[in-house]
C-alpha cells in the first residue's frame, strides 16, 4: 500500500498570505497525484489532478507541483474562501487508491 | 452536469449489514468510460477509498474492507448501492458516491453530499 503523508497538520495562515502544503508518498507515484479542498459538512472539491492540472473552474491561484514522492500544493494568496482542509490522492497504484490525512489551513 | 445522491439508513446496529443507494443524474452510468465509487469519513478523520467500478468491467475493493464490501450497479435506475456486513463501530462514518473526472481519470470530480451512516445498538 502507497503511504501518503501530508504536512504540516495545521498551517495558521493569514488572508493574502502563501501558503505551503506538503504531500509525501512511501514509494514513486509518478506524477498520479490529485489535490482536494474540504470545508466543513460539504463533499471535497477536486482541485489538482495529475500533480500540477488544474481541474475545471479552479482559480488560478492554486496550484500543484512534484513528482515522484513529493508534491506541493500552492496557494497564492489565500481568500477567506480557501481556509479549509486539504488531501491529496495517489492513483499510481490503481486499482487501489490511497488519500493522505489533511492538511488544515487555519485563519492566524 | 451529472449529479450524485446518496440515500439510506441512518442507523445501523452492530453486526448487521449497512446498504447505501446513489441514485445518479445528469448522466448514465451506462456511458462513457467513467470509474464510479464510494469513499468514507470517518468523523473528524481524513478519507479512505472503499471502492470503484465500470459499469461493464471489474468492481476494485480496498483490501482492508474487501471481505466486507460489495458494489452493485442497477441500470434500471441509473443507481448503484454499496453494502458492507458485519459492522461495527469502526464503520460509522459519512459515505461518498463519487465519479472520476472527463480527464482527471483515477481522481474523483464529482461527489454527492454524502450520508452519515451511524452503528450502535
Known amino acids: 500500500e502507497i503511504v501518503l503523508t501530508q504536512s504540516p497538520a495545521t498551517l495558521s495562515l493569514s488572508p493574502g498570505e502563501r501558503a505551503t502544503l506538503s504531500c509525501r508518498a512511501s514509494q514513486s507515484v509518478s506524477s498520479y497525484l490529485a489535490w482536494y479542498q474540504q470545508k466543513p459538512g460539504q463533499a471535497p472539491r477536486l482541485l489538482i489532478y495529475?500533480?500540477?492540472k488544474r481541474a475545471t473552474g479552479i482559480p488560478a491561484r492554486f496550484s500543484g507541483s512534484g513528482s515522484g514522492t513529493d508534491f506541493t500544493l500552492t496557494i497564492s494568496s489565500l481568500e477567506p474562501e480557501d481556509f479549509a482542509v486539504y488531501y491529496c490522492?495517489?492513483?499510481?497504484?490503481?486499482?487501489?487508491?490511497?488519500f493522505g490525512g489533511g492538511t488544515k489551513v487555519e485563519i492566524k | 452536469q451529472v449529479q450524485l445522491q446518496e440515500s439510506g439508513p441512518g442507523l445501523v446496529k452492530p453486526s448487521q449489514s449497512l446498504s447505501l443507494t446513489c441514485t445518479v443524474s445528469g448522466a448514465s452510468i451506462t456511458t462513457g468510460t467513467y470509474y464510479w465509487g464510494w469513499i468514507r469519513q470517518h468523523p473528524g478523520k481524513g478519507l479512505e477509498w472503499i471502492g470503484h467500478f465500470f459499469y461493464s468491467g471489474s468492481t476494485y475493493y480496498n483490501p482492508s474492507l474487501k471481505s466486507r464490501v460489495t458494489i452493485s450497479v442497477d441500470t434500471s435506475t441509473n443507481q448503484f448501492s454499496l453494502e458492507l456486513t458485519s459492522v461495527s463501530a469502526a464503520d460509522t462514518a459519512v459515505y461518498y458516491c463519487a465519479r472520476e473526472g472527463d480527464t482527471a481519470k483515477g481522481y474523483f470530480h464529482h461527489w454527492g453530499q454524502g450520508t452519515l451512516a451511524t452503528v450502535s445498538s
Open positions: 495529475d500533480a500540477s
Open positions: 490522492q495517489q492513483r499510481s497504484n490503481w486499482p487501489v487508491y490511497t
